[in-house]
């Protein structure tokens, strides 16, 4: 993990990897440049609702309690993979998902991995189904999936561009 400022919610070092990182990056300039062309309206835009929920979930919904119930999937990625949690729903568009992991260790942390887009919607069974999509990115190694190597790829999560 690089040494920049790190953002610390409901005591959580907050980080994130490259790929959740450009994802959150590409969708803020996406609506500064909505709000650009349309100063008013631009709250209106399902690219802006995405952002802020978006962001509540990962600076308020998540860091206060990231190993709520709601965030577990069970075996939806596989034995190997029941570390990880997903965000669904908590004002999030239908067929969202947003994963993480977490340490309640000190120091206490939370890595945001992905988030899917628009190409990659809930569709069980479909091959481009966010929970086949993201357990193709752990078995590839595109997403490590041990919380050490997590870590090494991590950066501090950067909420503003």
Request: proline fraction near 6%; aromatic fraction near 10%; include cysteine.
């Amino acid at each position: 993990m690089e040494t920049k400022q790190i953002p610390v919610f409901s005591g959580y070092e907050l980080h994130a990897l490259s790929i959740f990182q450009n994802l959150l990056d590409d969708l803020t300039k996406e609506v500064e440049t909505l709000q650009a062309k349309d100063p008013i309206y631009f709250y209106d835009h399902p690219s802006t609702k995405l952002l802020l929920a978006v962001l509540c979930n990962i600076t308020q919904t998540v860091p206060s309690n990231p190993d709520h119930a709601d965030f577990r999937q069970g075996l939806t990625l596989g034995k190997k993979h029941t570390s990880w949690r997903r965000v669904k729903k908590k004002s999030l568009p239908p067929r969202y998902r947003l994963f993480f992991q977490f340490n309640s260790q000190a120091p206490k942390t939370i890595i945001y991995a992905w988030m899917n887009d628009e190409s990659t919607q809930r569709k069980a069974g479909a091959k481009t189904d966010v929970y086949a999509v993201f357990e193709k990115m752990l078995n590839s190694g595109k997403v490590p999936n041990s919380w050490e190597e997590l870590c090494k790829a991590a950066n501090p999560l950067q909420l503003e561009s």
